[in-house]
Each structure stands twice: as C-alpha cells, then as structure tokens.
C-alpha cells in the first residue's frame, strides 16, 4: 500500500501514481490525499511573517 500526500496543485502526483502502477501496485492499493493549495499557504505564511517583523520592529 502506497499513501501519496500532496497538495491539490501538484501535478506530480499523477506521475507518482503511474510510476507505481506500472511497477505492478494495483489501484487500489494507491491512496492520494490532497490538502489545500500550496501557493496559498505559502503567501498566507509570508503575510504572517512579514506581520511578525512588523511587530517586532515596533
């Protein structure tokens, strides 16, 4: 049994599952969680970083 977790933009996941697949792991054995989008999470953290420093500074 194979787990995958990616975010839900990432295009290499279905590279990741074909790769197993082709090496003989049947479907059903391949399990792929998605969480939120990874660009947004990213900008979400520089905002609260950038807040921080913000605070800090002051």
Known sequence: ???????????????LAHLFRVNG???????????????L???KFMRELARQEIEDWM
């Open 1 to 15: 049994m194979v787990k995958i977790k990616c975010s839900k933009d990432d295009a290499r996941v279905h590279n």
């Open 41 to 43: 999470r990213s900008q």
């Open 25 to 39: 792991l049947p479907l059903e054995k391949i399990y792929v969680r998605r969480s939120g989008n990874a660009y």
